[in-house]
C-alpha cells in the first residue's frame, strides 16, 4: 500500500483532535478565498504582531518565532513541500500550498502552525535562531539594496520602532535562547487565517474549528514624527560587495488617509524611472530604483541608483572617468530623477496606469475569465495571492480610496514627501582599484 494512503489517517487524525482539544477558544477569523476550477489551494497564517511591536532588546524575535513555528509544521507535515514566510512591520505571514487533493495535510499544517505547545528540542530551536539571525546579517551588511534602506531608516526614523535594521537585528536574534523562544511562543497574539485555491468541504469544516483569537479592531496608527530637516551631505562608506558606486535618498513616507494617493504617486515614479538603463548589478543587489511598499507598511521611500559598469584598463590606459566622477553621475542621476517627479504632475494617461497596475498588485480587480483561469491553473501563484489578500487587509487597503484620488492630490502628495530638506542620503563605495575606470557620462 502506499506510505501516503497510510499517513492520512494519522494527518488527520492531528488536525481533527487538535480542533476538539482547544473548542473553547475563540472562533476563527478566516479569509475565504475560492478560485473556481483550481486544483490546488494555499493556506495562510497571519500573526498580528511585527518588527516593529518586538522589544527593542529582541528586534527580530518575531522572524525566530516564524522559523520556529514554520519548521516545527514541516517536521509534523513533511508531505507539505511548497511553504515559507514573510516578516514585515506589524505582521508576520507563513503560508503552505499543495493539491487540492492534499487536504488532510493542509489541515494538519495549519494545526502544527498554530499549537505553541508542542514540544521542540534545543537544537532545533537553535537553528531556528541561526537562520533568522543569518538572513538578517545578510539584509544589513551583504545586499547593497537591504544596506542602503537600514542606513536611512537608522537616521530618517531615529527615535522610533522602525529605526532599525529592515529585516531585525542579527545580534539581538543570535542571543536569544532556547528557553526564551518557549516563552515567546507561549505569548498570545491574535491571528488570521486565509485559505485560497480548491477549498473541499473537509477543509473548510477543519480549518473553521482551528483556534485562533480573532481581534476585529486594528491596532491605531503609530504616530508619525514630523519631517526635521536631516543634513543633505552625503554619508559615504566602503563595501567590499559593490564594484560601482551605490548611492541612495530615503524620505519619510506618509501616513493614515494620505497613502492611497501617496501608492498611486510612487507607481507613477516607478513607471517613469523605466525608461532609465538597466543595470543588471542594481537588480542583483535587491536594490530596486524606487523602494517602497504598502503591504509591508515601510517608513521611509528610498530611491536608488547603481553607477555605470567600470571598464577593465590595459596596462598603461588612461582613465577616461575616476570612481568619483561615476559617483558624481550617478548622484546627477538620482538628482534628476527627483526634480522630474516633483515638477512634472502625473498625466491623466499615467495615473489610469498606475491604478490599473495597483489594483492588480493589490489583488483588488476582480478577476476577468482569463486572468482567473490562469490563476486556477497555476498553483505557484496562490500562495503569493492569498498573502496579499491577507496583508491589504490589515493595512485597511480600499480600492475606493484609490480609485478617487485626483492627479492634483497624487502630485501634491509626492512633491510633500520629497521635500529637499527632508532628503536623507547614503552611499556605497567599492573599494579602490587601479585597474579599472569608467566612461564619462
Excluded at 481581534?215 to 552625503?234: F, Q, S, T
Excluded at 501608492?263 to 524611472?273: D, F, K, P, Q, S
Excluded at 490599473?356 to 498588485?361: G, K, W
Aim: proline share 7%.
Amino acid at each position: 500500500m502506499c506510505p501516503m494512503r497510510l499517513c492520512l489517517p494519522r494527518l488527520g487524525a492531528l488536525a481533527f483532535a487538535f480542533v476538539g482539544q482547544l473548542k473553547a477558544q475563540a472562533s476563527n477569523e478566516v479569509m475565504w478565498c475560492e478560485v473556481p476550477g483550481a486544483n490546488a489551494t494555499a493556506v495562510a497564517v497571519l500573526w498580528q504582531h511585527g518588527l516593529d511591536d518586538d522589544e527593542p532588546s529582541q528586534v527580530g524575535a518575531c522572524r525566530v518565532l516564524a522559523e520556529c513555528r514554520l519548521d516545527r509544521a514541516r517536521r509534523a507535515v513533511p508531505a507539505i513541500t511548497a511553504s515559507g514566510l514573510q516578516v514585515c512591520a506589524d505582521a508576520v505571514t507563513v503560508f503552505a500550498s499543495g493539491a487540492a487533493s492534499a487536504r488532510l495535510q493542509l489541515a494538519a499544517f495549519l494545526a502544527a502552525l498554530l499549537d505553541d505547545t508542542l514540544s521542540m528540542q534545543d537544537e532545533e530551536l537553535s537553528l531556528s535562531i541561526a537562520r533568522a539571525a543569518l538572513a538578517a546579517d545578510d539584509a544589513e551588511f551583504l545586499y547593497p539594496g537591504p544596506v542602503l534602506q537600514t542606513r536611512l531608516r537608522l537616521r530618517l526614523c531615529r527615535g522610533t520602532s522602525a529605526a532599525r535594521p529592515v529585516a531585525g537585528s542579527a545580534p539581538a536574534m543570535a542571543a536569544l535562547t532556547p528557553g526564551q523562544v518557549r516563552e515567546l511562543l507561549l505569548v498570545p497574539v491574535a491571528v488570521r487565517l486565509g485559505v485560497l485555491g480548491a477549498i473541499p468541504p473537509e477543509l473548510r469544516r477543519a480549518v473553521e474549528g482551528l483556534p485562533a483569537r480573532a481581534v476585529h479592531a486594528r491596532k491605531p496608527e503609530r504616530a508619525v514624527d514630523a519631517v526635521v530637516a536631516v543634513g543633505n551631505a552625503i554619508e559615504y562608506e566602503t563595501h567590499d560587495r559593490v564594484d560601482s558606486p551605490f548611492v541612495a535618498v530615503g524620505f519619510r513616507a506618509p501616513s493614515g488617509d494620505q497613502l492611497p494617493a501617496f501608492a498611486l504617486a510612487i507607481e507613477v515614479a516607478r513607471a517613469r524611472t523605466r525608461r532609465l538603463p538597466m543595470r543588471a548589478g542594481q537588480a542583483m543587489g535587491r536594490a530596486p530604483v524606487v523602494g517602497w511598499s504598502w503591504l509591508h507598511g515601510d517608513p521611509v521611500v528610498v530611491f536608488c541608483r547603481r553607477g555605470a559598469d567600470f571598464v577593465q584598463l590595459r596596462p598603461g590606459e588612461r582613465v577616461e572617468a575616476d570612481i568619483a566622477a561615476e559617483r558624481d553621475a550617478t548622484v546627477a542621476e538620482l538628482e534628476s530623477i527627483l526634480q522630474n517627479l516633483r515638477r512634472e504632475p502625473p498625466t491623466a494617461r499615467e495615473l489610469a496606469d498606475a491604478l490599473s497596475a495597483l489594483q492588480l498588485e493589490l489583488a483588488l480587480q476582480p478577476l476577468s475569465p482569463d486572468r482567473q483561469s490562469a490563476l486556477a491553473a497555476n498553483a505557484a501563484v496562490l500562495p503569493w495571492r492569498l498573502q496579499v489578500l491577507l496583508l491589504g487587509a490589515r493595512r485597511g487597503i480600499d480600492k475606493t480610496a484609490l480609485a478617487s484620488a485626483t492627479p492634483a492630490a497624487v502630485h501634491a502628495s509626492l512633491a510633500s514627501v520629497l521635500d529637499p530638506a527632508g532628503a536623507c542620503w547614503h552611499g556605497l563605495m567599492p573599494v579602490p582599484r587601479s585597474d579599472v575606470g569608467w566612461i564619462r557620462r
